[in-house]
């Protein structure tokens, strides 16, 4: 088993013994990649064969960025500051002023393009953030480790309380902190199936277009 291996296996039993994920999961988990803290199946990528069954966008002649007015749209729509509904209705907005134009077709394929290319590299990028959260927590879980070791020498050999206290504060203080930062993992994990939902929801207004 590699270490890096060990080491989730090591971070998902002290999320358990602090309460903070089930067993079950824990299981699921240690499925995936040695960084890879959650239930949920990695994919690393999205295909948009899965998602879109209009036009290819590999057809296109153009870029999305290069229509001013559509890029407009899909930076408004993909950026994190924007709420579900705005974004919702920017897009119906737009599949609306060109529902009955001479390049409809295209012109939506490459709204699709944009949002697509966006969201997909947003879900990268909290994947990414996902994984690293997961590589800190063992960081964090070795130095608890260690910890328990130097407090364990120091109650048995040191007559120094004062050391022992304060290796004991420290503990404390890093046992929660990993507690804290295990209990957020959950709701990390379920960001990239919230992007693909929210893509799903913006694919489907353009399809019922075309």
């Not at 060990?6 to 903070?20: E, K, M, N, P």
């Not at 907005?93 to 949002?115: C, I, P, Q, Y």
Request: a negative charge.
């Amino acid at each position: 088993m590699d270490k890096r291996y060990r080491g989730l296996v090591i971070v998902l039993a002290g999320a358990i013994a602090l309460g903070s994920v089930s067993p079950v999961h824990a299981q699921s988990a240690a499925k995936g990649p040695p960084d890879w803290p959650c239930v949920q199946r990695l994919v690393p990528e999205l295909a948009w064969g899965t998602i879109w069954t209009g036009p290819s966008p590999d057809e296109l002649q153009h870029d999305w960025w290069e229509d001013e007015e559509l890029a407009r749209v899909v930076r408004f729509a993909t950026d994190r500051q924007t709420d579900e509904e705005a974004a919702m209705e920017r897009i119906r907005e737009f599949v609306d002023s060109v529902a009955d134009g001479d390049n409809r077709d295209e012109r939506l394929t490459l709204l699709f393009a944009g949002l697509f290319e966006r969201i997909d590299s947003e879900r990268s990028r909290v994947i990414e953030r996902i994984r690293a959260a997961a590589r800190g927590q063992i960081t964090r879980l070795e130095t608890v480790s260690e910890l328990v070791d130097r407090l364990e020498e120091a109650r048995a050999s040191s007559t120094d309380e004062t050391n022992v206290q304060r290796l004991e504060r420290e503990l404390q203080l890093q046992q929660r902190i990993f507690q804290k930062r295990q209990q957020a993992l959950p709701a990390m994990c379920e960001k990239p199936a919230l992007l693909e939902e929210d893509l799903g929801q913006m694919v489907r207004v353009i399809r019922n277009a075309m």
